[in-house]
């Protein structure tokens, strides 16, 4: 059964660092690209971006590109979302999700990380 | 970017109601579209695929129709459980974009 399975719940201040995760099992992580995706409160999807855990190709949205880090281990099956200074708009709920096949298209989901900045 | 416009944003249907919701893509996206439906509090989940291609274990009352730049997804009799919203998105090019959502509602 392919799981992706995602950090915690984070509250932040303003201006703090972050790094949230995001664990694949039940497949071979290497061969499917992860996404993120954010929610802000009460809104819509937001595609931000994309990584191929084999070799580590990013493409990112050009709304993202340059407010956050895509990365992943493919070692220990685990993408990461990072964000090197906060800002309260970063309020959102962040899910990882798994490509279908050889698509980008996003497939299976995790369960989201709800990421709260505040003062 | 490709520009994905759902119709309507919010619908009130009533139990075996048929229900249709509209996507427009802003250019020819061929087959390259996907649905998804998220229930309140819960991350989404892929019902259509390449337009037309029912994902598996999604309920075979959900359907989806269309090509170029308009799209369908139907709903041929609304059952209590999909209370939800359904976005639409495109996969025919980078950057990936979701339409606005259909919230619906159960009258």
């Known amino acids: 059964e392919v799981q992706l399975v995602q950090s915690g719940a984070e509250v932040k201040k303003p201006g703090e660092s972050l790094k949230i995760s995001c664990k694949g099992s039940g497949y071979t992580f290497s061969n499917y690209w992860i996404a993120w995706v954010r929610q802000m409160p009460g809104k819509g999807l937001e595609w931000m971006g994309i990584?191929?855990?084999?070799?580590?190709?990013?493409i990112y949205s050009p709304s993202f590109q340059g407010q956050v880090t895509i990365s992943a281990d493919k070692s220990i099956s685990t993408a990461y979302l990072q964000w090197s200074s906060l800002k309260a708009s970063d309020t959102a709920m962040y899910y990882c999700?798994?490509?279908?096949?050889?698509?980008?298209?996003?497939?299976?989901w995790g369960q989201g990380t709800l990421v709260t900045v505040s003062s | 970017d490709i520009q994905m416009t759902q119709s309507p944003s919010t619908l009130s249907a009533s139990i075996g109601d048929r229900v249709t919701i509209t996507c427009r893509a802003s250019?020819?996206?061929?087959?390259?579209l996907a649905w998804y439906q998220q229930k309140p509090g819960k991350a989404p989940k892929l019902l259509i695929y390449k337009a037309s291609s029912l994902e598996s274990g999604a309920p075979s009352r959900f359907s989806g129709s269309g090509s170029g730049t308009e799209f369908t997804l139907t709903i041929s009799s609304l059952q209590p459980d999909d209370l939800a919203t359904y976005y639409c998105?495109?996969?025919?090019?980078?950057?990936?974009?979701f339409g606005g959502g259909t919230k619906v509602e159960i009258k």
């Open positions: 250019q020819s996206i061929s087959s390259w």
């Open positions: 999700a798994r490509s279908y096949e050889d698509t980008a298209m996003v497939h299976y």
């Open positions: 998105q495109q996969y025919n090019s980078y950057p990936l974009t």
């Open positions: 990584i191929h855990p084999g070799d580590s190709d990013t």
